[in-house]
C-alpha cells in the first residue's frame, strides 16, 4: 500500500526552540511527519486546512493509572496512606470489561485535553492476567492514543509494608488489616512474562511496562524479579518514589536507608527507571538518580490533593535529571489535565527560595510535558516534537477560543492560561483521533451508560469492603501522620550505604 501524504496548512506551528509560533506546513507521511515547509508550497498532496489553529506537539503523561477513571471524585480529604487504605474497594470487584471502560474513560479525558501518550500504572487485582493486559491495551487502541501499560504490582499489603503499622492496630482490626494479602510473586509475575512474550502491538504504539509500585510493598526479592523481568523484554519500569513523608521515615527504618540508595543497591537504577513524584528525596539520591540516567514524573497536582508536600525538581533538573510531567490518576487526582499539570508544574516551582530565574517558566514547562515526558516513556526521540522524523501526534487549538485571544505569547499563554477548553482536533500518528472535537471512533452515548451501570454495580459490590477498610481509616490516619512528622526530624542527607 503506498504512503499517505498530507500537508497540514495554514495553521501556526509551535516549534522546539523558536521563542514564538510560526507559519509553516507540516508535511506528514504514513504516521510521521516528513518535512516543515514554507505554507502553500506542496501541492501533491492531500490538503488538510489548520487555518485558525494553534498546532502543538501532543502532551505527554508521565505518570497516571488508567483504573481511576471509574473512581474520580471518590475521596476528599485524605493523605496518600488513607487512599491506600481505601484502594481495596475503591479497585476491587471488577472485571475485565470494568478495566476496560475505566481506562478508556482516562484516555478520552486525556485525548480531549490534548494528551497524545500516557504512563498507565494499571492496577489489575487480585492478579494482572493477559486477558486484563489485552483489555486495556484493546482501550488505547480504541482511543487511539499512545501508552506505556505498566501493572501495577507488589507482593505486600499496605498494611505489612510501613514498619510497625499491623502492631499499632487493636486485635479485631489487625485480624482484619491481616486477610488483605497480595497473590504469590510467581501469581502476578507469570502472566506479565506471557503477555510480555506474545504482545502484539508495535513498540512504540501500545508497548509494556512494569510497576513494583512502591518499593516498601515489594520484598527484595520481587523488586529483583521485576528488574529482571523489564531487561528480559526491554521494558520500562517505573515506581512511586517517595512519594510521600511517611515512606522517607519506613524507608530509614526498614532499609536504613533511602528509597533511591535501596533500589541502587538492587541494581534497579538505570535508563529504563523511572521514579513517580519523588517529593521526599534527597541531594545524594538525585545524585544517584543523575548517575545512572534514571527520569522523573513530576505529578505536582496529586502531590498538592494527598497533601505529599512539593517536589522540588529544579534541583533534579540542575543535577542533570530529565523530569516529565504527569496528572497521576483519577482516584488520586482527580482530572486527566495535562495543561493543569503544565501549569502547577511551572507554579510550585516558585514557592522555594530562590530567584524569579531559577523558576520553572512556561518554555521549560512546556518541555518537560512534551520531550521530558517522552523519555519517562521510553520513547526520545520519537515523540515529543514537531519535527522531521518526528511522529505525527499533533494537538491544533482554536485560535478564536477565548483562552487564546488575543495570542500575545503562545508558549506563556499554553502553559499559564489554557486549560484544554481550546483543544478542537488531536492526531496521532498521522490520523485524527478527535476532530472538530468528536471522537470519531467511539459511541460515547453507549460508553456514558455502560459507565455509570459500572459504577453502580461496584459501589453496591465494594460496601463491604469499604466499610472494613473505614474502621481502620481512624488507625492509618493517626499511625501514619506520626510516621510522616518523623520524616522532618531525619537529616537532610541520608547515608547511602545502610551500614555507614
Ligand atoms: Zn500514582
Known sequence: MPTIRSVITGGLVLLPDEPTASHVDIVVEGDSIAALVPPGTIVDARRIDAAN????????????????????????????????????????????????????????????????????????????????????????????????????????????AIPGLLDAFPADLRALAQTMRTASPDAILAPIDDAASEWAHPRDTIRLGIAPTIPLH?????????????????????????????QRTAAQRRYGTTLTAHLHRLGMLGPGFSGAHAIWIDDAEIELL???????AHNPGSNLRLGNGIADMRRAIAAGVTVGVGTDGSSSADNQNMFEAMRLSAFV?????????????????LHMATEGSAAVLGMSGLIGRIAPGYKADLTCLDLEHVNLVPLNNARQQLVNAEDGMAVRDVMVGGRF??????????????????????????????????EATERLAPVVEHFCLGLGRCAHDLPRRLPLDATA
Open 290 to 296: 543523575a548517575r545512572h540516567g534514571g527520569t522523573l
Open 433 to 466: 483521533v478527535l476532530r472538530d472535537g468528536a471522537l470519531p471512533g467511539l459511541d460515547w452515548p453507549r460508553i456514558v451508560g455502560r459507565a455509570r451501570e459500572a459504577a453502580e454495580r461496584l459501589t453496591a459490590a465494594n460496601m463491604a469492603m469499604r
Open 349 to 365: 516551582s516558585r514557592v522555594f527560595d530562590r530567584a524569579p530565574d531559577e523558576w520553572i517558566g512556561a518554555a521549560e514547562a
Open 53 to 160: 489553529r494553534l498546532i502543538i506537539p501532543g502532551l505527554i503523561n508521565a505518570h497516571t493509572h488508567g483504573h481511576g477513571g471509574l473512581g474520580k471524585g471518590v475521596g476528599d480529604r485524605w493523605s496518600l496512606e488513607l487512599l491506600l487504605n481505601a484502594g481495596p474497594w475503591i479497585n476491587g470487584n471488577r472485571t475485565d470489561e470494568d478495566r476496560y471502560l475505566s481506562t478508556l474513560l482516562s484516555a478520552v479525558e486525556m485525548l480531549r485535553k490534548g494528551c497524545t501518550a500516557c504512563y498507565d500504572l494499571s492496577a489489575m487485582l487480585p492478579v494482572p492476567t493477559v486477558a486484563s493486559l489485552h483489555n486495556i491495551a484493546q482501550a488505547y487502541a480504541d482511543v487511539g492514543i499512545r501508552a506505556v501499560i505498566a501493572p501495577m504490582i507488589a507482593d505486600r499489603s499496605f498494611y505489612q
Open 218 to 246: 515489594c520484598s527484595d526479592e520481587f523488586i529483583t524479579a521485576c528488574r529482571d523481568l523489564a531487561a528480559k523484554f526491554d521494558m520500562p519500569l517505573q515506581t512511586h518514589l517517595a512519594e510521600s513523608p511517611v
